[in-house]
């Protein structure tokens, strides 16, 4: 653990930091950190209404070691990119959807980097929801330059996910509004991966208000993806960039 916890801190402080160029809401805005960059807002999304394409997920031009994730214009479903396979999830019925491999999709809101190497650290046996992932993650890297991407794999007891599916032409100006149509999706004894970007300075922006975290999860077997809302940790490995 301490060997590995060295190594993966030589590499954060030999990082470069954190620079955002932030222009108009309805414009892109970026910040590059261990290549993180960040498209649009999330609060703009759910307050201002603003819901049509702010990236075209086939104008990523590296799709080598690339993860993202967001959500598909006009909150129509979800985007995960998992190791340069773009996953697209839309609701079919309320305990069905449908799972596509395409990078013919677009989101109002988005934020993505490329990874081709990764530290396993040591998830300790009582980390098991959101809330102590969140904290062990944030004392793990608490003197690190952020927001950077993670990602989890192994077995979970139980999730909840979301897959967004507003009817069209509904206007939105709060996120009560936003998540009309959003179905959840429960998830028991499964293995699966998660994808999530991490960051202190980005609520609103790419995660929620009242979380550090933004993640979605695909099952092992790729039929279920979604927004993690909820989670109890069975055995599972964290990765580090």
């Known amino acids: 653990m301490k060997i590995k916890f060295l190594v993966y801190s030589i590499f954060l402080l030999s990082s470069i930091s954190c620079q955002r160029t932030v222009k108009e809401s309805t414009e892109e805005r970026t910040c590059t950190n261990l290549s993180v960059k960040i498209v649009a807002a999330m ?3 759910m307050w201002k209404g603003q819901l049509s394409s702010s990236i075209d997920l086939d104008t990523i031009s590296d799709k080598v070691g690339l993860y993202g994730l967001g959500p598909v214009s006009y909150l129509s479903g979800e985007i995960l ?15 069905t959807m449908i799972v596509e491999k395409t990078f013919n999709t677009s989101a109002p809101f988005f934020v993505y980097t490329n990874v081709n190497h ?7 046996p009582e980390v098991k929801t959101i809330q102590d992932l969140e904290l062990y993650i944030d004392r793990l890297t608490s003197k690190h330059q952020r927001p950077f991407a993670f ?9 909840t996910i979301h897959v967004q599916n507003l009817p069209p032409g509904t206007k939105v100006s709060s996120p009560e509004e936003a998540h009309q149509g959003q179905t959840n999706y429960p998830l028991v004894n499964v293995e699966a991966q998660i994808i999530g ?6 609520q609103g922006v790419f995660t929620h ?12 077997d790729e039929s279920k993806m979604g927004h993690l809302d909820q989670l109890e940790i069975d055995q599972m490995k964290l990765f580090l960039p």
């Open 118 to 124: 990764w530290n396993e650290v040591e998830l300790p």
């Open 209 to 220: 208000h009242d979380s550090f975290l933004h993640m979605h999860l695909i099952t092992q």
């Open 197 to 202: 970007f991490f960051s202190t300075e980005h």
């Open 43 to 45: 609060k703009d999304v």
């Open 151 to 159: 990602r989890l794999e192994g077995t979970i007891n139980n999730a």
């Open 81 to 95: 990119i998992n190791n340069g396979i773009n996953y697209v999830s839309k609701v079919t019925s309320d305990t």
